[in-house]
């Protein structure tokens, strides 16, 4: 795409004294003349390139321009690229890793900071990456989608108007209008079949600004306290943070919940094993007792 050759090119004259039009075209597999006219829409958008012929000639920002050169510094080029290859690990068409290979312009500079590794790919990473690219395609060309979706209350046919892909509590999820319930709507990729473009464009909407849930276990009709086995502090510290838990007298660790559903409620304590309780209130500790006995029917001889 144009856009990230020009930051390609940005880059790299904001790294090297003067590149010459032949090797930029050859790192960006386009033709001199593609890369001269990319020479001029940044001119055009007030970066002083200057070009200069013959033996020793090249391109090469303007020197007054150069103390934007701290722009990318050492340390923005590490995040920059850290941020590439985290999108690259979900990433099945190879895109981000062949824009990194572009920028990298000092190629000993920035290996010998390469100490960060992201990687937000998950167990069924070829899937995901698969609808990752479908739902971008269906954004950059402003066309539905629709799918089969997987939820607690069961299995529903979706159609949507996709405006955000979004990484957050370790899995990708897209957030659109969902026609089906008139409202806007957050599903989680993983849980999606039958994914697929409809080919119906979707028009100007005025959307609202999409603000991130990162307390969702403290929303919701459904209140219980849980008391957990002191054994689980680590992954309840990283599930919620140290600053919700708090301790009976003998250490073990109390946790206030509100859940959107009760059966979401259970399926988590259960995932905890003989190490979880449910104290209060008493209809979900007797619904919770219920559920393990027709569990425990399941596995009688």
Not at 44 to 67: A, K, L, W
Not at 94 to 113: P, S
Not at 131 to 153: D, H, V, W
Request: proline share 2%; with cysteine; aromatic share 10%.
């Amino acid at each position: 795409m144009k856009i990230e050759r020009l930051i390609g090119i940005l880059s790299i004259l904001l790294q090297k004294d003067k590149v010459t039009s032949s090797e930029l075209a050859e790192k960006f597999e386009v033709s001199r003349r593609t890369i001269l006219r990319d020479i001029d829409t940044l001119n055009i958008s007030g970066i002083p390139i200057v070009s200069d012929r013959g033996n020793g000639g090249g391109i090469s920002i303007m020197d007054g321009y150069r103390i934007d050169r701290t722009l990318l510094s050492s340390d923005d080029m590490q995040a920059i690229l850290s941020g590439l290859r985290s999108l690259d690990s979900v990433s099945g068409t190879g895109r981000y890793r062949q824009l990194m290979e572009r920028i990298k312009a000092d190629e000993t500079a920035v290996n010998a900071g390469n100490h960060i590794i992201i990687d937000l790919s998950n167990w069924d990473k070829r899937t995901v990456a698969d609808k990752i690219e479908l739902i971008k395609t269906a954004m950059e060309q402003r066309k539905t989608i629709s799918f089969c979706y997987c939820s607690p209350n069961g299995e529903s046919k979706r159609e949507i108007e996709p405006y955000h892909l979004i990484f957050q509590w370790a899995s990708w999820y897209v957030w659109g209008y969902c026609r089906k319930r008139r409202d806007y709507r957050m599903f989680k990729l993983t849980r999606m079949t039958g994914l697929a473009l409809t080919g119906e464009k979707f028009g100007e909407r005025e959307v609202p600004e999409y603000t991130c849930d990162k307390l969702r276990h403290i929303n919701g009709d459904i209140k219980a306290t849980v008391r957990f086995d002191k054994s689980q502090k680590w992954r309840l510290i990283d599930e919620f943070g140290p600053d919700l838990i708090r301790y009976d007298d003998d250490g073990n660790i109390i946790l206030d919940f509100f859940w959107s559903d009760v059966p979401a409620l259970y399926s988590y304590v259960l995932s905890y094993g003989d190490t979880a309780e449910i104290i209060s209130p008493e209809e979900y500790r007797t619904g919770f007792k219920n559920l393990l006995k027709k569990t425990e029917k399941k596995y009688e001889i």
